[in-house]
């Protein structure tokens, strides 16, 4: 169980940040422009949100690119999607790199291009020494998906003789999953007005505090995630304890 925080210090700001980039698509509608027009809008927002995480003290932030659900959208959608997120990766890695950013992704690569998965392989590697920030991207991601790829893991290792099933806690399948070096989000903020977590962290969020804003992602700047940080500040975890 995590350790309540010393009620004698000031308010801590989450160490963890998880974002749900929504509303990108809405957002190009209303400028009567195509859809992929609000992801290119939207992956220059992702920029200022990083730069903006020292200050704040969010050492981890986590964003939801790509959701296993996603394939679902059109060809010309998804492929324009895959475009830009190789077109990212090329151009941001310099930036990233020098800016102290250590970058990581999660979800399944199996299904996505070679190509960008070198990328993705890369920009992990040349900023594995980073520590500033560390940016995790969540790239045909979905909670069920990778609660599945984890059991699967472990459940081989039970048949090898590696792991004895007596022995499987809560700690061996957090263990086992995508995000296993990260800690838990502490706060988990959804853009564009839906108050629905769409498959995103699932048992890692279990004791997270949850912000759903209207602001649609292209239009997300650094104050509104100050604003946010703050308010979680002032919020009261009890991680089920009784506060004395
Ligand atoms: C989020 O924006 C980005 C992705 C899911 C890739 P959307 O594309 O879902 O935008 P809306 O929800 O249709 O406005
Ligand atoms: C969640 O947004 C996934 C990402 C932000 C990548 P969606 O727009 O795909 O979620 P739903 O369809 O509204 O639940
Ligand atoms: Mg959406």
């Known amino acids: 169980m995590p350790a309540l ?66 394939w679902k959208r059109t060809q010309v959608e998804v492929a324009g999607l895959m475009s830009l997120f190789r077109r990212y990766i090329a151009k941001e890695t310099k930036d990233l790199f020098s800016e102290g950013v250590r ?5 399944d690569r199996d299904r996505l291009d070679p190509k960008l998965v070198d990328l993705m392989r890369g920009l992990e590697e040349m900023t594995k020494e980073n520590d500033l920030v560390h940016l995790t991207v969540a790239l045909n991601y979905g909670s069920r998906d990778e609660v599945a790829r984890a059991t699967k893991l472990l459940a081989r290792d039970v048949a090898q003789g590696k792991l004895d099933p007596e022995d499987v806690d809560e700690s ?16 988990v903020i959804r ?8 498959n995103f962290l699932l048992w890692q969020s279990a004791y997270a505090e949850y912000e759903f804003v209207d602001t ?4 997300f700047s650094p104050e509104e995630l100050g604003r946010l940080c703050r308010n979680y500040g002032a919020r009261d975890r009890r991680f089920g304890a009784v506060r004395a």
Not at 31 to 36: F, K, Q, S
Not at 56 to 68: D, E, H, N, P
Not at 174 to 184: E, H
Not at 191 to 198: D, K, L, V, Y
């Open 5 to 70: 925080p010393d009620p004698g210090q000031p308010p801590l700001g989450p160490r963890h940040v998880a974002i749900i980039m929504d509303g990108n698509g809405r957002w190009a509608q209303a400028r009567g422009r195509p859809r992929l027009f609000g992801h290119h809008a939207g992956a220059k927002r992702v920029r200022d949100v990083v730069r903006a995480c020292p200050e704040l003290g969010v050492k981890y932030l986590t964003i939801f690119a790509f959701s296993t659900e996603n």
């Open 103 to 107: 970058v990581r992704f999660i979800g």
């Open 172 to 187: 061996t399948l957090t263990g086992y999953l995508d995000t296993r070096v990260l800690p838990d989000p502490d706060l």
């Open 191 to 198: 853009t564009s007005g839906e108050a629905r977590i769409s």
């Open 216 to 219: 649609l992602w292209p239009d």
